[in-house]
């Protein structure tokens, strides 16, 4: 039987039927390809995620809070490029949100800079900063009212379809708001 080890590349195995093929070639072919935001909510929904909405193909996951209410998780799964572009290959970003009246006295940049300890976990893990706002809060009762500051903060990284499940999981269970226990 053929063998690769010690080659360099990958080790070839028998598919089933005796046939020795490559292991980078399996791969390829089990590797999903996800051609439109319809078939990424199908996916999501397959492996246990709920959805809260889909904008422009980028697909935002919903956090059950009660048995009757579910709220925006923050996380929002997407096509690195156009769908199919980069098959077996997706972005995977989540919003951090720490808001100033959680931090009484504290200047905008101590604020922001609470958001940005929330992210460092992920920053470890290989996510990069993608945007940062401040949110104004608005009296319902008068738009002209500000009541507080949502300050942002939003990290993306790519990930292979095999990951995306347990780094769902993982986002899930961090604490991702200054509000958060």
């Known amino acids: 039987m053929p063998s690769s080890l010690g080659s360099g590349r990958p080790p070839d195995v028998l598919d089933g039927s005796g046939v020795v ?7 390829q072919v089990l590797r999903m390809s996800i051609s439109d935001a319809a078939e990424l909510k199908k996916h999501l929904r ?8 889909t ?3 980028q697909v935002t996951l919903a956090e059950r809070i009660r048995d009757n209410l579910i709220m925006d998780s923050g996380i929002v799964v997407g096509p690195v490029g156009a769908y199919g572009e980069r098959p077996g290959y997706l972005t995977l970003s989540v919003t ?3 808001q100033a009246s959680h931090f ?3 200047s905008a940049d101590q604020v922001r800079h609470e958001a940005t300890a929330l ?3 992920l920053f470890d893990r290989g996510y990069v900063q993608t945007d940062f706002l401040g949110r104004p ?3 319902p009762g008068d738009a002209d009212v500000v009541l507080d500051t949502s300050h942002e903060l939003r990290v993306t990284r790519v990930i292979e379809d095999e990951e995306l499940a347990s780094e769902i999981q993982h986002l899930l ?3 991702r708001a200054s509000s958060d226990d």
């Open 55 to 57: 904008v422009d193909g």
């Open 46 to 53: 397959t492996l246990g995620f709920e959805v809260y909405r």
């Open 119 to 121: 992210a460092q976990d």
């Open 104 to 106: 009484p006295g504290a």
């Open 96 to 98: 951090l949100r720490a």
């Open 21 to 27: 093929c490559n292991l980078r070639s399996v791969l």
């Open 173 to 175: 269970g961090l604490r």
């Open 137 to 139: 809060i608005l009296d």
